[in-house]
């Protein structure tokens, strides 16, 4: 009898589920996605998988007639129609927070970041910390704005971390609950200027041309927003202002003194020229490449360079060895794993006549695995090596292993980068979230991925109507639309609280 009456229910389902998502659930993996992400990210939905096949066997019915009943009644057997019809309201209500969610993230939280007076706050902040870029481990002037601006609002830090970085801390106001973490790295490049306007870099041969000026303000734009909703908070935001995240590894010593023992969940983002305001990207699982710099020396005999034969060449050793080393991707590796070995510096003598007795090069090796790396790694030692004993000459190899330590893969966490995903889909609209391709690139933000669940997301400041043809990043000619300030300010701290709720 019981089986009787639960089996009615199962035909409400559909007309509680929004027609804008039943075009979309077509399959048993597409129903899987929207029950345990679009509804479960947003904190709504805890399904264990017993539920989950439940739904899918009675919505799928249609398609999969004689595995579904099988399946329904096994279920069934273990759900009374009390039980059922609970659930069934819940998700009503859920779907009915969902609408309302997407209201107040578009609404408030980006209502509020483009509010005028929020908006020239944020413009303020980046053309100070601009026009006073700082290199790695040496930002003491953007940590002591970082630090005076979170006094004013009253968020609590702890500095110095890892010499220049700060890690402030926004407690829900019930106490407890999980930790999560927003990340912006501070540190410029070692670049002139090569934009003329009025902010530009006042520090001679240094640049923000990789944006960190807007990230460290996007997210003190955060801070505001958070602070002002603390209360609202169902545990506990971390925000790292990082230092040194070019080539310096800031993150791995901001995790190596214990400053986010604890961690849940992390989330970061980097502008991306490439994309307009308003567009995010990023991508599930393996984004961005894992990286390792080396430096080589091949040491000969030098000579006249009209007597070679009394000479032993260093920089014919050095060419082959340049040449051999592009058969690691050609010849070593799967060719649908993505891997680049790239020699960027040589050098050998300064005298035309004269063979000299070394030469160095180097560059850098990326692969889109840890496993791939390490692998490069090795052979790059072993090649260079066995290259100058084939022509009489000695190499000493050094990967920088301390001073440049390598970065690993970006590797994004699923359920984290589903969570992201729709919190950026609820803010800006689905079309203006997109499916970013695999870079081989390399952030150090990988090793807090390693750590926590992870999302790392682009988030874009092109403008074609009010811009020339963007520069990419790393160059002197980089510039962006600072309407990606209040955008960004508001994506993180929307991350921050649906994560909590």
């Given amino acids: 009898m019981a089986t009787d009456e639960a089996e009615d229910v199962p035909s409400a389902i559909p007309r509680l589920i929004p027609s804008v998502f039943q075009k979309k659930i077509q399959t048993q993996e597409n129903l899987s996605y929207f029950l345990s992400h679009k509804l479960n990210r947003f904190g709504m939905l805890k399904l264990n998988r017993g539920i989950l096949i439940f739904f899918q066997s009675y919505m799928l019915r249609d398609s999969q007639q004689s595995l579904n009943r099988a399946r329904g009644r096994a279920l069934m057997a273990s759900f009374t129609p009390k039980l059922v019809a609970l659930f069934l309201l819940l998700l009503f209500s859920h779907l009915t927070t969902l609408s309302s969610a997407t209201s107040t993230l578009r609404d408030d939280l980006l209502g509020a970041a483009r509010a005028p007076s929020f908006v020239s706050w944020l413009r303020g902040l980046r053309r100070r910390i601009h026009q006073h870029p700082e290199l790695a481990f040496q930002e003491h002037r953007t940590s002591e704005l970082v630090r005076a601006e979170l006094d004013a609002l009253g968020v609590s830090y702890v500095w110095p971390v890892a010499w220049t970085g ?19 790295d501070m540190d410029a490049l070692p670049l002139q200027e090569l934009v003329d306007w009025e902010y530009k870099s006042l520090e001679t041969g240094k640049m923000h041309a990789c944006g960190h000026d807007a990230h460290v303000t996007m997210l003190l734009g955060a801070a505001k927003l958070l602070q002002y909703r603390k209360k609202d908070l169902k545990g506990t935001v971390k925000l790292v202002f990082q230092p040194a995240e070019e080539s310096y590894a800031g993150a791995y010593y901001i995790l190596e003194e214990g400053a986010l023992d604890g961690l849940e969940a992390i989330f970061g983002l980097h502008v991306s020229p490439h994309l307009p305001v308003g ?14 710099r ?31 080393l592009q058969q690691l991707v050609a010849r070593e590796t799967d060719p649908l794993e993505a891997a680049v070995v790239s ?8 005298v ?22 390490a692998y490069l790694m090795k052979r790059v030692k072993e090649i260079i090596e066995g290259q100058a004993i084939v022509h009489r000459c000695a190499a000493t190899v050094d990967f920088m292993e301390e001073e440049l330590r390598p970065y690993p893969a970006t590797v994004n966490d699923e359920g984290m980068y589903a969570h992201a995903k729709a919190v950026a889909e609820a803010m800006l609209g689905e079309a203006n979230v997109k499916t970013a391709p695999q870079s081989m690139g390399a952030e150090d933000f990988a090793f807090y991925a390693q750590r926590a669940a992870g999302a790392f997301f682009f988030i874009g400041v092109g403008n074609e109507t009010s811009m020339d043809r963007a520069s990419p990043v790393h160059s002197p000619h980089f510039v962006m639309d600072e309407e990606v300030l209040p955008i960004g300010a ?12």
């Fill in 166 to 184: 700060v890690v402030a801390t926004i407690a829900g106001g019930g106490g407890g609950g999980p930790v999560v973490a927003l990340r912006a």
């Fill in 343 to 350: 020699v960027t510096l040589l050098r050998g003598g300064d």
């Fill in 352 to 373: 035309y006549n004269v063979i000299p007795g070394s030469a160095t090069f180097g560059g850098t090796v990326r692969s889109m695995t840890d496993e791939g790396l």
């Fill in 490 to 501: 508001a994506f993180h701290a929307s991350v921050a609280i649906e994560y909590l709720k």
């Fill in 279 to 292: 567009v995010v990207a990023s991508r599930p699982g393996p984004f961005l490449a894992a990286s390792a």
């Fill in 294 to 324: 080396f430096s080589a020396t091949v040491a000969g005999k030098g000579g006249h360079a009209g007597g070679p034969h009394d000479a032993v060449d260093p920089i014919i050793a050095a060419c082959s060895t340049v040449l051999s």
